[in-house]
């Protein structure tokens, strides 16, 4: 878990070895699946012997296509973005919550006015231990897990920067 105050002023919190500025290249799929469709067309208008087999070419990319597709969405569906780091901006009085899938980040931004708390709720599994989940609760009960690892000091730290005691 890495946590601190940028040159710039603002507050960090996210976890150890995540570097925002990585690209995988994975989110790059959908433009690429696109472009997949062009060779039919351009196969139909430059060799016209094979025109005689292009509704095969044609469905048999489509199928590639949309399995491929569906690949994508069922694994985005069941592998969903976590979040990796939160950026407090005091200067800006805005959030920046950082969420990273299979296919990129997101990021999602959140003026201080909307934030209600940032606490850790404790609760315990099954077999007795405790299960510590710092967590960022908007006005609108919606709730983001911050960055695993999040300690105590940090979250007094991001209430402090939001102008709030506790």
């Known amino acids: 878990m890495a946590a601190g105050t940028l040159p710039d002023g603002n507050f960090v919190v996210s976890e150890d070895g995540f570097n925002p500025e990585a690209y995988e290249g994975k989110h790059a799929l959908v433009p690429i699946l696109i472009g997949l469709a062009l060779p039919p067309l351009a196969i139909s208008a430059l060799v016209p012997e094979l025109k005689a087999h292009i509704e095969f070419i044609i469905v048999l990319y489509l199928t590639l296509i949309f399995i491929v597709s569906g690949i994508m969405f069922v694994r985005a569906v069941f592998n969903p973005a976590h979040v990796v780091a939160v950026r407090f901006d005091a200067r800006q009085r805005s959030a920046e919550i950082v969420r990273h899938s299979q296919w990129g980040n997101t990021s999602v931004y959140v003026p201080f006015k909307d934030i209600a708390d940032v606490y850790v709720r404790v609760r315990y599994d099954d077999d007795g231990y405790t299960i510590r989940e710092p967590l960022l ?4 009960d919606d709730e983001y897990d911050l ?20």
């Open 147 to 166: 960055p695993a690892g999040t300690d105590q000091a940090e979250i007094t730290r991001i209430r402090d920067i939001l102008g709030r005691s506790g």
């Open 137 to 140: 609760r908007l006005r609108s």
